[in-house]
């Protein structure tokens, strides 16, 4: 059993700052991509983030400049720093890890945590 579990979300004015972290944790042998997505009540998920396991990192373009992703490899926990936040982030963050359970076989799958609210302020 996989797990990832997320923290680091609230209520926050515009203009403000927040970091979400996910740690993942049970049958891991390795972890491919890690990212983060967003969900607004009767919208798509939508895409924030993404980080490969070497560091290469992919952004969707309304929060370029503003956020920022990395990850701990040895404690298998992705951060996205939030910064210059804006009424319209406001949305259920959802934490993504593309994870290999075993050695054997050579298979990756989906892995996608509970989500965490974020909320900003006007």
């Known amino acids: 059993q996989v797990q990832l579990v997320e923290s680091g979300g609230g209520l926050v004015q515009a203009g403000g700052s927040l970091r979400l972290s996910c740690a993942a944790s049970?049958?891991?042998?390795?972890?491919?991509?890690m990212g983060w997505y967003r969900q607004t009540p009767g919208k798509q998920r939508e895409l924030v983030a993404t980080?490969?396991?070497?560091?290469?990192?992919n952004y969707a373009d309304s929060v370029k400049g503003r956020f920022t992703i990395s990850r701990d490899n040895a404690k298998n926990t992705v951060y996205l720093q939030m910064n210059s936040l804006k009424p319209e982030d406001t949305a259920v963050y959802y934490c993504?890890?593309?994870?290999?359970?075993?050695?054997?076989?050579?298979?990756?799958?989906?892995?996608w945590g509970q989500g965490t609210q974020v909320t900003v302020s006007s």
């Open positions: 993504n890890a593309v994870i290999r359970p075993h050695m054997v076989p050579l298979r990756y799958y989906d892995y």
């Open positions: 049970g049958s891991i042998f390795s972890i491919n991509a």
């Open positions: 980080i490969t396991s070497d560091g290469n990192t």
